[in-house]
C-alpha cells in the first residue's frame, strides 16, 4: 500500500489541525484536506522540528507532521529535543518508502535503521509500527484523544496516485497564506507584531 492510503484514513479525522508535511506527501494531504493551515516545508529533514515548534506555541491546537524516512533521518539531532520538550498536541506521523521519493528514487538508509527505536531511545513517550490503515487510524486517534506526544511509523510502497491534482502553489506563496491563517484562527498579528489592530 502507498502514503496515500494511509493519509486517507485519516483525512476526516483531523479537524483544524495544523499540518506540516513534506515531499510528495503534501501533495496528497492537499488533495484529501486542503486548508491554509497546510505548510510544505522545502528543506529536507524540517518537518518534525517546525511541526514541534508550532506545537509548543500553540499548545491549545493539534498539530501533525507527516514525514518520510529520509527526511526523518536528516534530522536525527531533532528527536531528543522534541521528547525533551514532549509537546503532547504533536502527533509525528512517518511514511517509509525506503527511497528519497522526491528526488529520483535513491536508496534511504532505512532498510538498517529502525525509526521507532530511534524515536523512544530519543525518549519519545509512545512510538510504534503499524501494519494496516485500521491500525494507522486507531493508533492517530488515540494519540488525539489522549493528548501525547506520539510517533507512528508505516512502511509504504514508492508512489501515489496519478489522479492527484497539482499543487498550485510554491513554498513562499503556502508560507504566507498559513501566516494568516493563524492570525486569523488565533485572532493575533504575526506578521506586523507592531499593530495594535485586531486582524
Keep these: 500500500m ?5 493519509l486517507k484514513a485519516i483525512g476526516g479525522d483531523t479537524r483544524d489541525a495544523l499540518t ?46 507527516i514525514d518520510g524516512d529520509g527526511a526523518f533521518l536528516m534530522n536525527l539531532c531533532g528527536l531528543p529535543t522534541i521528547a525533551l520538550q514532549n509537546p503532547p498536541n504533536l502527533i509525528h506521523l512517518l511514511f517509509d518508502n525506503g527511497v528519497y521519493e522526491a528526488s529520483g528514487g535513491t536508496a534511504t538508509a532505512s532498510h538498517v535503521a529502525d525509526a521507532v527505536s530511534l524515536a523512544q531511545g530519543a525518549g519519545y513517550p509512545h512510538a510504534c509500527w503499524v501494519h494496516t490503515p485500521e491500525e494507522f487510524r486507531a493508533e ?39 501566516m494568516r491563517y493563524l492570525e486569523r484562527t488565533e485572532n493575533k498579528a504575526i506578521l506586523s507584531p507592531g499593530f495594535d489592530s485586531k486582524v
Design 2 to 6: 502507498q502514503r496515500y492510503d494511509y
Design 20 to 65: 506540516v508535511c513534506t515531499g510528495w506527501g503534501a501533495r496528497e494531504w492537499w488533495a484529501l484536506r486542503p486548508s491554509d493551515g497546510n505548510l510544505k516545508t522545502r528543506t529536507l529533514g524540517l518537518v518534525s522540528s517546525i511541526a514541534a515548534g508550532l506545537a509548543l506555541a500553540l499548545p491549545h491546537r493539534k498539530v501533525i507532521a
Design 140 to 178: 492517530f486517534l488515540q494519540a488525539w484523544q489522549g493528548n501525547r506526544l506520539t510517533l507512528i511509523a508505516v512502511k509504504v510502497d514508492p508512489g501515489q496516485p496519478k489522479t492527484l491534482p497539482s499543487l498550485k502553489l510554491d513554498e513562499l506563496e503556502n508560507k504566507y497564506l498559513f
